[in-house]
Nanobody, 126 residues
């Protein structure tokens, strides 16, 4: 059974940093594409970042480019999202998602991913 568990959320001041973890079980993350999404209060779920562990390519939303970094640890079967220079508008529940992508896909689309974690809250105070 594929399972994803996020951790690392919390309360941080503007300009601070957090590292989110997405621990996978039941599948090897090295064969999967892992995405990070977030959903703020009253907002739709939006794509933040993605790593295709088959070809190593990483993707970032414009709003986080240069501030967030996605990485994978295959030994720990975990994907990380390092978030620096956090802003109040980064406040949201952050979810990781996984799927085995073949061919073209749009990493921005939640529907592309079949497996989801339960989310972790990130709150950035001004």
């Amino acid at each position: 059974e594929v399972q994803l568990v996020e951790s690392g959320g919390g309360l941080v001041q503007s300009g601070g940093s957090l590292q989110l973890s997405c621990a996978g079980s039941g599948f090897p993350i090295g064969d999967y594409t892992i995405g990070w999404f977030r959903q703020g209060p009253g907002k739709e779920r939006e794509a933040v970042s993605c790593v295709n562990n088959n070809d190593g390519k990483t993707y970032y939303a414009d709003s986080v480019k240069g501030r967030f970094t996605i990485s994978s640890d295959y030994d720990k079967n975990t994907v990380y999202l390092q978030m620096d220079s956090l802003k109040p508008e980064d406040t949201a529940v952050y979810f990781c998602a996984a799927d085995y992508m073949v061919g073209d896909y749009d990493w921005h689309m939640p529907d592309e991913f079949d497996f989801w974690g339960q989310g972790t809250q990130v709150t950035v105070s001004s």
